[in-house]
């Protein structure tokens, strides 16, 4: 087929035959056409900087169970342990009575957002020994405390945080 066939067929295919009908109603449906929308002046801005084209919204999809993350354990090789997802209720004074179970505590420190002056969500113990850091972590890991499962591992030593 020639290049001038192809044009004849593509005018012809253009010229006369049935129309569609851009509702896809069928030729007699008695129904009016739907009003369109009204956009919002943000949706015409938005319509006006992409050239009409929208974006079609991703279907949302059902919330589901997800499986408990496991962090990142760290060694326990100092006294000094980490705990992670705490309540932002907890206080110095909870921790404190609660890793007293493990073994001797000198220090609970909450550590405290400097604005806002409420819990970060995270603290730092400082047990007696490191025995009894590794006895705190094996009871305390994964335990409910205050609504929540806490995260306690040994704490990062700083000649970690400097690399």
């Known amino acids: 087929m020639n290049s001038n066939q192809s044009r004849s067929q593509s005018r012809q295919n253009s010229r006369g035959g049935r129309r569609s009908n851009r509702n896809n109603r069928g030729p007699r449906d008695p129904r009016p056409a739907p009003a369109p929308k009204k956009l919002t002046f943000w949706q015409k801005l938005i319509s006006f900087f992409t050239g009409g ?4 919204a ?10 408990p993350r496991l962090p990142k354990r760290v060694e326990v090789t100092s006294p000094k342990l980490f705990v992670g997802n705490l309540s932002y209720r907890a206080s110095d004074s909870d921790l404190f009575d609660l ?8 220090n609970a420190e909450v550590v405290l957002d400097r604005e806002t ?10 047990m007696g020994t490191v025995e009894e850091a590794k006895r705190a972590v094996e009871k305390l890991h994964d335990k409910d405390f205050m609504g929540r499962r806490l995260v ?12």
């Open 53 to 56: 084209r929208t974006k079609a």
């Open 117 to 126: 002056d409420g819990s970060k969500g995270f603290a730092f113990v400082i």
């Open 58 to 67: 991703a279907p949302k999809k059902p919330r589901t169970e997800r499986e």
């Open 152 to 163: 306690v591992s040994g704490s990062k030593s700083e000649s970690r945080r400097d690399r």
């Open 99 to 106: 890793f007293k179970s493990a073994g001797e505590v000198q």
